[in-house]
């Protein structure tokens, strides 16, 4: 088993900032690919971006609307992961939920992953 907790949601106008963490426990992180997907309300989850390890390369996947501005990665040692959000938009306002793959696989789907967060509001005012 795989405990997901996100946090660093909140409020920010556009233009802004903010980083979001996912701290992971339970099972060996290294071990595991990671995304974050986002939900706002009335709409499907959808994928944000993605992150996995080899043992030696890092390996990164963005959705098209966050590419530029979000930024993923990973603390193994603090079995941590981060989303460094600039430029925030409106549209960017929505859950945020990190996941988990025990397959290491940086998949688009919300099928793809096994274990979820609770989820961290972001609200992005215009």
């Known amino acids: 088993q795989v405990q997901l907790v996100e946090s660093g949601g909140g409020s920010v106008q556009a233009g802004g900032s903010l980083r979001l963490s996912c701290a992971a426990s339970?099972?060996?992180?290294?071990?595991?690919?990671m995304a974050w997907f986002r939900q706002a309300p009335g709409k499907a989850r959808e994928w944000v971006a993605a992150i996995s390890w080899d043992g030696v390369y890092t390996y990164t996947d963005y959705a098209t609307s966050v590419k530029g501005r979000f930024t993923i990665s990973r603390d193994d040692a603090k079995n941590t992961m981060y989303l460094q959000m600039n430029s925030l938009k409106p549209e960017d306002t929505a859950v945020y939920y990190c996941?988990?793959?025990?397959?290491?696989?940086?998949?688009?789907?919300?099928?793809?992953?096994?274990?979820w967060g609770q989820g961290t509001q972001v609200t992005v005012s215009s």
């Open positions: 339970g099972r060996t992180f290294s071990n595991y690919a």
């Open positions: 996941a988990a793959s025990s397959q290491n696989t940086r998949g688009v789907s919300t099928s793809a992953y096994d274990y």
